[in-house]
């Protein structure tokens, strides 16, 4: 973001009415210990909308506010100037008047040394326009959409030269080799170029088939000839720390990797297959911020569950769903939140996904003897107020975990379960007792990762009858609230561009269902009459939004679509 002094953010927030003197002064030293921009945890905390914050920034600049999702990007003239460089100055060339002068979207319109720049290059004036990181990142999309073929053939060409050099009976050398080394370069470069979170490598009877994951679904990229197989992962091997030399074990490692100026934490697993070792490689940007719970996608019900439940200085709060919901990118968020000078936060992971400044992280090592259990033992010994244990597997790190909360800490950590209430007996089944299990919850939230519209081929229609009927099934079917939310009339959907490889969807939101263990549902779990339909029905009595029930708001307001909802629930 455009960074301004602080003094300027803060009398343009409080002549528009948005903050106060005091609020913005708190806010300040929150960020300043956070080592945040201050604009963007006023944002991220929901005190202004990001558009109207933007709104108000260019109205304070006198310059004019551009929003690339709306406006269309000539990608002629957008392409006089190289992605590297747009990236570098972080600028979008969008269109090109009738008098000849460039439009050109900044996130920072008061640069005149790339203003200078471009006009030297492009030979032409230069009309800057206020843009956002967002609006930005649509034009680099375009970028990517174009360098798609681009790199589809830099592969192939890697695969061929690959070939010629396949002879190399050293596994070592022939990793090291250099169409190898450019191939594994260009298909990270690609799945990142791509938005993917993870890359697919995997042996076949006759090929190499390379899938992203992108959204939470799978695609298939690029097959290879199998013969180049043992040295491309030799080199993953290489790259992440693993032994060339072991073909019959699993295998897990990381490395950190510098693509396109971006830092990426890179997480591989390796395992061998009938037809050879599959590798797969989860990607995260080394340099995330924290995001807020808004952000995430939660609503203000929601938020204020969670809120209630890591208020208090003991007790456990626990995430809850499959594998790839996004349980440690929402633990990370509460721990924003929960970061402040006067706790002590230490973490048992495996592994650290995110660095957090002031959070104390271990990473569990099997082979040093580091379990989520040791681990716990551990980190009791180290005055913690909040323990994030990264996910309770066992009875003995439940039955540590479960102690550690009746002791004056607050224990956050996540569970593989359905939904929320199916934590509860989850729990009893690792062998912690019902009286425990009553004393020891704040509360529970499960929750899922559906796709987003594509906000910039958004389309609104009216459902068939047959649909509408369907729909009304399952709204009975999941014993609905109305007063949460009606069978939507209208729906949404994207009609597929470009920008969003014509999938009509782009980027992912959170589902949400958020249990608050109240005295109620204490007294349930410890009854003779406990079973799960019971705690649901109290549950949803005592407030409890569904999953089926927060996807459906975010349907109603397109956000998302009733198959994504139904899709990801039923995981």
């Not at 924290?290 to 019900?301: A, H, K, Q, R, V």
Request: aromatic fraction near 6%.
């Amino acid at each position: 973001m455009l960074s301004l002094p602080t003094q300027q953010i803060k009398e343009m927030l409080v002549q528009a009415g948005v903050l106060d003197d005091a609020t913005f002064d708190s806010i300040k030293i929150e960020a300043d210990r956070k080592r945040q921009n201050v604009a963007d945890l006023i944002i991220s905390e929901g005190l202004i909308n990001k558009e109207y914050f933007f709104n108000l920034l260019a109205k304070t600049l006198g310059f004019e506010r551009i929003n690339l999702g709306i406006q269309k990007i000539d990608e002629r003239v957008m392409n006089l100037v190289s992605e590297d460089m747009a990236r570098q100055r972080k600028i979008i060339v969008f269109n090109r008047g009738d008098d000849g002068a460039f439009d050109i979207a900044m996130e920072n319109p008061t640069d005149l040394e790339t203003i200078d720049f471009l006009s030297l290059r492009l030979k032409s004036k230069i009309k800057p326009f206020l843009a956002t990181e967002e609006d930005l990142n649509r034009g680099y999309l375009l970028y990517h959409k174009r360098l798609t073929q681009d790199f589809k053939k830099v592969i192939e060409d890697g695969i061929q030269k690959s070939l010629r050099s396949k002879n190399k009976g050293d596994l070592n050398e022939a990793a090291k080799d250099v169409p190898i080394v450019a191939l594994v370069d260009n298909l990270l470069e690609y799945a990142l170029s791509s938005r993917a979170s993870d890359v697919h490598f995997e042996a076949l009877d006759d090929a190499i088939l390379v899938r992203f994951r992108i959204d939470g679904v799978l695609h298939e990229i690029i097959k290879m000839p199998k013969e180049i197989h043992p040295a491309v992962v030799a080199r993953m091997k290489i790259l992440s720390g693993l032994r060339v030399d072991e073909h019959t074990h699993p295998q897990d490692g990381r490395f950190r990797h510098k693509i396109s100026d971006t830092l990426v934490d890179i997480r591989v697993s390796v395992i061998p297959t009938f037809y050879g070792e599959k590798v797969e490689m989860r990607l995260l940007s080394a340099a995330q911020k924290p995001i807020s719970l808004t952000e995430l996608g939660m609503f203000e019900n929601t938020i204020k569950v969670i809120e209630e439940g890591v208020k208090k200085t003991y007790g456990m709060v626990l995430l809850c769903g499959p594998t790839g919901c996004g349980k440690t990118t929402t633990l990370y968020s509460i721990m924003n939140i929960l970061n402040r000078p006067e706790v002590n936060i230490v973490t048992i992971e495996d592994p650290i996904e995110y660095d957090m400044r002031y959070l104390n992280q271990t990473q569990v090592n099997m082979a040093a003897g580091i379990t989520f259990a040791s681990g716990l033992r551990s980190i009791l010994r180290q005055d913690p107020n909040i323990i994030m244990v990264g996910e309770i597997r066992d009875h003995e790190t439940a039955d540590i975990a479960v102690q550690s909360a009746l002791t004056g800490h607050l224990v956050l950590s996540s569970l593989h379960t359905n939904d929320a209430p199916t934590t509860v007996p989850r729990l009893m089944d690792m062998g912690v007792p019902p009286f425990l299990v009553s004393a020891v919850l704040n509360v529970i939230c499960a929750q899922r990762l559906a796709r987003k519209i594509h906000l910039d081929c958004i389309e609104s229609y009216t459902p068939s009858e047959e649909s509408l009927k369907a729909l009304q099934s399952e709204f009975r079917s999941a014993e609905v609230n109305e007063n949460v939310v009606k069978v939507p009339k209208v729906l949404y959907r994207g009609r597929g561009c470009p920008a969003c490889n014509n999938t009509g969807f782009l980027g992912r939101l959170g589902i949400f269902e958020a249990m608050n263990i109240t005295e109620e549902v204490r007294k349930l779990i410890i009854s003779p009459e406990f079973n799960l339909d019971n705690l649901r029905k109290l549950a949803k009595k005592e407030g409890m939004t569904t999953m089926f029930e927060d996807g459906m708001r975010k349907v109603e307001l397109g956000m998302t679509t009733v198959e994504e909802v139904l899709r990801v629930i039923r995981e």
